[in-house]
Nanobody
């Protein structure tokens, strides 16, 4: 059974940093592309960042570029999202997701999803 478990969410002040982690089990971690998506209240789920199977390619949304960094550690079956210079508009539930075939920014290409972790950016 495939399981993706996110952690690292919480409340942070504007300008602060957080590091999200996602541990995958029940799948061959190194064979997958990995992505982070987020969903704010009342909004559609949107792409944030993705990393390909060997870690050599990444994509970022315009809002994440320059502030967020996605990385992976196949020895830990984990993917990370380092978020710096956080803004109130970054408040959302953040989800990690795994894609076996396509390295993509589209949610429809991801077969497996975690339950999400809440990030709230507020003073």
């Amino acid at each position: 059974q495939v399981q993706l478990v996110e952690s690292g969410g919480g409340l942070v002040q504007p300008g602060g940093s957080l590091r999200l982690s996602c541990v995958g089990s029940g799948l061959t971690f190194r064979g997958y592309h990995w992505g982070w998506f987020r969903q704010a209240p009342g909004k559609e789920r949107e792409f944030t960042a993705s990393i390909n199977w060997n870690g050599r390619s990444t994509y970022y949304s315009d809002s994440a570029a320059g502030r967020f960094t996605i990385s992976r550690d196949d020895t830990e079956n984990s993917v990370y999202l380092q978020m710096n210079s956080l803004k109130p508009e970054d408040t959302a539930v953040y989800y990690c997701a795994a894609a076996e075939k396509v390295f993509s920014t589209l949610a429809t290409h991801y077969e497996y999803w975690g339950q999400g972790t809440q990030i709230t950016v507020s003073s």
